[in-house]
């Protein structure tokens, strides 16, 4: 039993089997590192000594007081044969002889305790460092809905789901991602439901590539989604534990991460980037009325500073005379071409925004304030913009901002300016040939081989009815993304 | 003979039969027409659409005999080699000239109606590099398209006709028949034949149908309504301008986009439906594009159609600045050459061959 007791090197590195306490826990003091929040306690348990470790603050010390120090306190003199997990009274435990899987429960927050003389090591689920409380989203707010949304653990995160989808065939599978993070990632689905190919290629693509660090879900989302350089989201990003519910039973597959409050899920189409989950709490009449509200939007967000000026500039005699007149003498001020106004107050608007998003909420007031006076009103004064394009910049921020996907916010950005350029060269005829660019790009993506278009293209009666008009949740197909067009 | 995934849906194939016959024949028929047969124009189509329908038949039955092929695969087979290798090539030769008479339409409206001074050279380069870009991404990207284009367009032809009709003058259209009598109503419908048989077009297109469709009920279903929307708006056209004027309207459905006026204050929105024409021209464009192309590479063996795109779309530009030189020799063209030539190809052609099949008898699947 303490072959290697002088030599002080195990005969394999990783191996638990053959310590001391007091080897045991130098072993695993000088594997961290020595650090200050490393807690090592030498105790006697059925008459052998033990020791048991944990990071301060990291594992529940009060628990652990509370359980395993009285326990082992209290029967201290109990007899040397019953094991270690018999006697402790928490609920998770488990044996670990490697040493490095050790190592890593203790970073987790669990607690090792070490009995002289055993080949493994006793890991306690002691787990309870201080977390934030489930709060309500902050992305993806609604008016009247569950106000529940993810926090960074990803356990909590799995309960929140469970919680909305008490099904025996929800499955979660367990993957470490990261070569230098190790993040615990959670792959969820509801068998029979999701495609098996679909999970497969989850699971390949985040375990495949030699990942280094996990930086949240964005890169569990960048591994997911159809190209390196996406225009379009590919991957869902949601805060709200009751989409991931929804989305699991439309066979989709969802991501937990560990420390990260979002969870992504594939396959993803582009008119769930339209679609809020308050559709489905509140009047269908109205939502389907407000969903036909965001798809113009995001063409006006898209297109408006584009239209406008290929409005004033190519194709005046669609504008009615008398307002011709006023955009006319509102222009002779303004000595910049419409295209250059546009991309200035563009610049302005992305500037203050980014602005506002930044600063902490006492000086976002000031950035209000100069942006909306300063800039604006006195922009007009001093002739460097026209009212018109000012009205036309403000116009198109409200309609980005009616967009529920804060995915779709790069696409915007971007193809407003290439709109922009479009229509400022051959106006409303460069605005089209663009237009269909894009469409074809749309049509040509797939998110693990779903259309990227689906349900509009390859048409589906029922998604079709759920794009337009909002479908009740009861009578909902589970599947409507597998009911048809996939090898289509 | 190449593999080729099976996807067009019945729909998509409707779709697709929309677009290769009624896109540009409403922009540039309605002025022949009126020209050939007055007032009766709007009958002219519906005389044509038997031919069409014996076209779509016997391309249908021809791919039944050899499925999965297209005409440049199985002519060979049925003539013989060297001279179907040359009746291949004289397939070729006609896609492209419909791609470069096609892009040719496109640049010539567009020039002559809202981007006056804009050189031509813009609008078949943007042309040519969209339906390189739709294609590289498959077939498919530009079937699909067209399947979100097609109901928009129609729409927005429903629309035009709804909002000029309180300038329709339904005396415009009598007396039925009475000028030039049944002699002119043929001519017309000869013309309008040519056009509708541009369904011809199919022939290259039906190896990619899913094999479940029923081919010629979609093919036949898109021939009705083309005939019917095309039938419709020259009556609308007649009916608002009358006869007379139009043959001296060069685009009369422009024309016609110009007298939509909503209230007081809207009264030129044309450039819109401009904007639906283009979306559906460039469709269009894309199908005889890929025909073309996808036939040459067939006649040459080539294994990928990909990689001719690039060098195709500029030959196919390049060849539609030799067509015509302005709108009138293009109109006039379309109604006194083209069609002799549309039917040769469109109606003779495949005649000759499904003729020629069935002499040949049944073959044995080699």
Redesign the interface.
Known sequence: MRRHKKSGVPAKQDSISGHTTVEFAALIRKRLGDPPDLVVRHLIMGGSPAVLLFLDRLADTKLLSETVLETIVRDSASSPGVPPAAQIPIAAVRYRSSLDESVEDLLGGKSLLFREGDDECLVLDTFGPRTRNVEEPTAETVVRGPRESFVENIGDNAALVRLGLKNAALRVRELHIGEHTKTTVYVLYVDGLAMPSVIEEVVRRLGGRQIKRVAGHGTVARQLQASPYPLFPTALVTERPDRVVAGLLEGRVAVLVDRTPFSVMVPSVFVEHLQSPEDYYENRMLQGIIRIIRYTMLHLAILGPALYVASVT??H??I?T??LVTLLNQREVVPFPAALEALIMGFVFEGLREAGVRLPRPMGQAVSIVGGIVLGQAAITAGIVSPAMVIVVGFTAIASFTVPSLSLNAPQLILRVAFLLGAAV????G???L???V???L??IRSFGV?Y?FP????SKAGMMDTFVVSRPEVQDLNPIEQGGID? | MTIKRR?I?S?QLTAIVLTLVLSTALLLLPNTLAVKTAQSAWLAPWFALPVAVFVACLVIALHRRYPGQTPVEYAPRILGRPLGKAVGLMYVLFFFHMAATNIQEHSMF?DST??IT?PGA??YG??AV?AV??LW??L???V??N??IVPIALATLLVLLLMVSPNMEPGHLAPLVSYGGLPDLLAGSVISAGWLSLVFGLSMLLPYVKPEVRVGRAAVGGLVITTFFLSLLIAGIIAVFNAAETTRLQFPVYSLARFVFIG?????????S??VW??AV?VKFGFWFFIAVAGLAQLTGVKSTRGLLPAAAFFVAALSTLLYDNVAQLTTALAEIMPLYFLTVQVGMPTVLFVAAVLRGKEVES
């Open positions: 190519f194709h005699e669609m009615p008398p307002l051959l106006g409303l005829y605005v089209i040939v237009y269909l660019f469409l074809g790009h049509l040509s259309p278009f509009l293209v390859p048409i289509d | 996807f849906t729909g567009l809202i981007l804009t813009v609008f943007s042309l969209l870009y739709l991404q498959g498919h990207v530009l699909h398209l399947q979100l007081e204050f809207f009264n030129r929105l044309d450039p819109l401009v904007l283009v979306a460039s």
